[in-house]
């Protein structure tokens, strides 16, 4: 695919190399984070390969390539040549992108200093092992065999956000927290969770309530696997994904990996299930549609990767809720839907919608609707925070776990492990902090789809016509080919004219289930 790109990228590059020997230690930066990425490219398929393809028993000698080449990046990324180039390129004429992939040069190097190799690799190799062994521990619902690894990870990740909270000044989690969402703390967190808490259960009581009095016909399997591979490839066509540039395959979790040149998407297939891989699919399309929309001019330095974890979650959730779950695209989706698998009573227009609209608390986050997921978030939020600032400990979580389901979301989790407790994979490899993501994203879509809906005041009709190119050029526009260049608070802001606000999440959520 062929992206169009602004003139300021043609006269940064011109800029970039009229002042090549003027910015001579901006340009050796440059050369070492080119390097960096190629090395993070490779670690990244591997990666891939590790969740998607690779045999049982390559799992430890995987592990130990992993924790090596991390070890590699994080020498090159801490020498002190990084770090006397880093303060004399502040010094250098850079141009306003430059001064930009700069600052985010200073944050990785930054960040990556704090930690001492040792930790590094230890966590590395911790996190291996835990996730191979979560892929049958999950299964057999086996919480103490899981908790022993995860008591290592849990150690590591500890240590590690106590050296990053002594240089920031901070709580241990929010030193994590930084990491995944550069500028956002708990603090912050607090307050945005806090307004959805005092809304959201009711809202859910409402719709729950509602979606009561109006029966829905199921969709009646099985649903061959191969069947639901080729509907989610023609789904992925639908959202523009680029097959020159990325593929789809499984996993034991959904997930989109790679690089922007080569994405690498997963879903997981269950023949008596139709649309939970689908939506899986489109989740991770929306993720995949990011990458591949970085800004390919400056790729290789960090300025043209991804702004935060929140902001490509709002990618995803922007895909499989604001679009997916829209009326006008299951309208589009049901002839597809028809042609793979038949028709059936299910199938009925009307009902397929309801249907893939309805809202029903279940245990799994990745399968919940978007307006019982926050729960799912904000409980994992609370635990975690808890857990890396020394609050609880390991042997605590099932119990916690199961006290905020029941509070939330009426369901419990006792002696159900697999389904509660042990079903994500964030955890397996220390990825505290990443969770707050998901319903930072899930508000950051709904915003941006408020302002792109003004921007384009017929969206839905095109929406109803199959038509996405608007939006997606709009996305472009506004949020992929812009990368790292503003700080998050910026990018919103210049995206939808304010800062981040819950209330476009509520007043979508209610317009559409109310």
Partial sequence: MKANYPLWWASNLHIRRRGSMANKNYQQLTRTF???SRFSHLSAIASWDMFAMMPPGGSTARGDAL?????????????????????????????????????????????????????????????????????????????????????EVVKLSREEARLRAGAKGCSPYDALLDIYEPDMTSAQLDGLFADIKSWLPDLLR??????????????????????????????????????????????????????????????????NELLSALFGVIHETGHARYEQNLPRNWLGQPVALARSTAIHESQSLFFEMQVGRSTEFLQQLL?????????????????FIAWNQRVKPGFIRVDADEVSYPAHVILRYEIERALINGDIEVEDIPALWNEKMQAWLGLSTEGNDRNGCMQ??????????????????????????????????????QMGCGDFSALFEWLRQNIWQHGSRFTTEKLIAQATGEALSSRYFRAHLESRYL
């Fill in 34 to 36: 080119l390097r960096l």
């Fill in 67 to 151: 924790a090596e080449l991390s070890v590699l990046e994080h020498q090159i990324l801490t020498s002190p040549d990084v770090s006397r180039w880093i303060a004399e390129a502040a010094q250098e004429d850079l141009n306003d992108v430059e001064q930009a992939n700069l600052r985010e040069m200073t944050r990785l190097h930054t960040q990556a200093a704090i930690l001492p190799a040792s930790l590094v690799e230890d966590k590395s190799l911790a996190g291996s092992r835990c996730e191979h062994a979560w892929r049958s521990q999950r299964p057999a619902n086996d919480w103490q065999g899981f908790s022993v690894n995860l008591k």
């Fill in 206 to 271: 409402r719709v729950v309530e509602k979606q009561a009095q109006q029966p829905l016909i199921a969709p009646v399997g099985p649903f061959p696997i191969a069947v639901q591979r080729e509907l989610g490839l023609e789904t992925m066509s639908m959202l523009g994904f680029d097959f020159n540039a990325g593929r789809l395959d499984i996993s034991a979790h959904p997930f989109c990996g790679g690089v922007p040149e080569d994405v690498r998407i997963t879903t997981r297939y269950d023949e």
């Fill in 335 to 351: 002839p597809a839907v028809k042609r793979h698998f038949g028709d059936q009573a299910a199938f009925d227009e009307q009902n």
């Fill in 424 to 461: 994500d994979i964030h955890w397996t490899d220390g990825g505290f902090g990443y969770f707050p993501s998901y319903t930072l994203g899930a508000m950051y879509a709904a915003q941006l789809f408020s302002a792109a809906s003004r921007a384009l005041p017929d969206l839905n009709q």
